[in-house]
């Protein structure tokens, strides 16, 4: 059984950064796209970052040159450095897993908490 678990969130203070990671089980990433996505109550959940196989990657505009997405096939892991924090960037994040012959995420993560006071 496949299982995303993430880990890194927490409170910061605006300017700071957070560190967040996605370890996978049971299943090995190397081949799949990986994605972090965000929600806050209320609103649609949104992509961050998604990185493929091959390590190409892609930002939303909002988080652009702030925060980097990067994987580590060895350790089944995916990461999200996020620098330059903002109180807009409080929200619950979560990693997804896509294989690259699917259209829908195929696996979830439960999320993980970050909040950025002002």
């Known amino acids: 059984q496949v299982q995303l678990v993430e880990s890194g969130g927490g409170l910061v203070q605006a300017g700071g950064s957070l560190r967040l990671s996605c370890a996978a089980s049971g299943y090995m990433i190397s081949s799949d796209i990986m994605g972090w996505y965000r929600q806050v109550p209320g609103k649609q959940r949104e992509l961050v970052a998604v990185?493929?196989?091959?390590?190409?990657?892609n930002y939303a505009d909002s988080v652009k040159d702030r925060f980097t997405i990067s994987r580590d096939n060895a350790k089944n892991t995916v990461y999200l450095q996020m620098n330059s924090l903002k109180p807009e960037d409080s929200a619950l994040y979560s990693c997804a897993l896509r294989h690259p012959t699917s259209y829908n995420i195929n696996y979830w993560g439960k999320g993980t908490l970050v909040r950025v006071s002002s």
């Open positions: 990185i493929t196989s091959g390590g190409s990657v």
